[in-house]
């Protein structure tokens, strides 16, 4: 009996072993960089991984939360040969892990990782959008010669964030 119950509890997490997987296994890579003429590249390589509604409309629970962010939290890859600065954070030049989470109020960040150390940069996020079936990334330039702008999609939701890069910003020429 003893023997009959410690198999069946095998058989059932092998199962759900099985069936289980990392959605970042099967999605997508996606790679988009910005050259900026006299700094340099800024690169964002991630996983575009594939919009699942019922988990984004259970994403609040606090289980869900906490399997979303942690498998959200390493999605791709932030390289900048330039000193940029997003939603008012520093954020050096360098390569880092990239990831975004997120709380029960739909606070978006974006996590910037290097060293063992997370860099969190507050997201303007919006739920309103038309559902986008995959994330993506854009980097688009704004109105001012040193402002771009970044933005996440997935879903029904958009999350932005006003990126600076000093180097561009208006100055005098001797």
């Known amino acids: 009996m003893k023997r009959s119950v410690l198999l ?20 997508k890579n996606i790679s988009h960089t910005l050259s900026v003429e006299g700094a340099g590249k800024l690169t964002l390589s991630y996983k575009s991984l594939h919009f699942n509604e019922q988990g984004f409309n259970n994403r609040k629970t606090e ?5 979303f962010n942690g498998l959200w939290k390493s999605i791709g890859k932030f390289d900048s040969d330039f000193d ?26 974006l996590i910037l ?3 063992g150390k ?3 940069i507050p997201l303007k996020a ?9 994330l993506s990334f ?7 010669t040193d402002t771009f702008t970044i933005e996440a999609r997935y879903g029904p939701m ?10 561009l910003a208006p100055h005098e020429h001797k």
Do not use: C, W
Not at 9 to 19: D, E, H, M, P, S
Not at 63 to 67: F, H, N, Q, S, T
């Open 84 to 109: 940029v600065v997003i939603a008012g954070v520093q954020v050096p030049k360098g390569s880092y892990s990239m990831g975004v989470n997120f709380d029960a109020n739909d606070n978006y960040k």
């Open 8 to 27: 069946l509890a095998f058989v059932l997490i092998a199962v759900q072993a099985i069936f289980a997987h990392d959605p970042r296994t099967v999605a």
């Open 63 to 67: 289980r869900a939360m906490k399997a």
């Open 113 to 115: 990782g290097s060293g």
């Open 118 to 120: 997370d860099i969190a």
């Open 158 to 167: 958009r999350a932005s964030a006003e990126t600076k890069v000093p180097s």
């Open 138 to 144: 854009d980097v688009r330039p704004d109105n001012e």
């Open 126 to 134: 919006a739920l309103d959008g038309p559902v986008v079936n995959y």
